[in-house]
């Protein structure tokens, strides 16, 4: 009878707590899009201030920016970031060449995000998983090689 009853009081619990954390991410995910639609309409007014001006057919500058901020704080569920965000400014005689100086910073500046990222998870892996010596050598020659693919390849 006790087990029945304790079977029964932890299946209620779940029962209760399930849309308690279904509404709070709801509630989490609200206030993230908030945050970042308040933030883009800033950094909008301040982008145009400086002269910046949206192309033909673009999305508002708004819109631009807020999509790119709801990227910059949207995480998984263990906290880590979902998306890698980028940015760069760049003067040039022409539009295209400005444009594609940008590009290319922006590139560099992602690269170096990644790089830093897989970096921290495979140092938390060497970390955890060094259960004797054996085990360890093989995780630390298969980062080395993973991060020599990850340089040549970016």
Known sequence: MKKV?????????????T??????SKSIKKEVKKRAMRDARKEAKKLRKEGFKVAPGQLPMDKQIETTW????ESD??????WFVADARSVGETHSAAKMQAYEVAKVNLAGQIGTE??????TTVANAQ???????????TVA??????????
């Open 118 to 123: 897989i970096a921290g998870l495979i140092e």
């Open 77 to 82: 569920d263990k906290g880590n970031k979902k």
């Open 19 to 24: 849309p308690a954390n279904s509404q709070n």
């Open 131 to 141: 259960l004797n010596s054996e085990e360890a050598a093989s995780v630390t020659e």
């Open 5 to 17: 009853l304790l079977a029964l009081s932890v299946m209620l619990a779940v029962v209760i707590i």
């Open 145 to 154: 090689t993973f991060k020599s693919i990850v340089g040549s390849k970016l």
């Open 70 to 73: 709801i990227k910059r704080y």
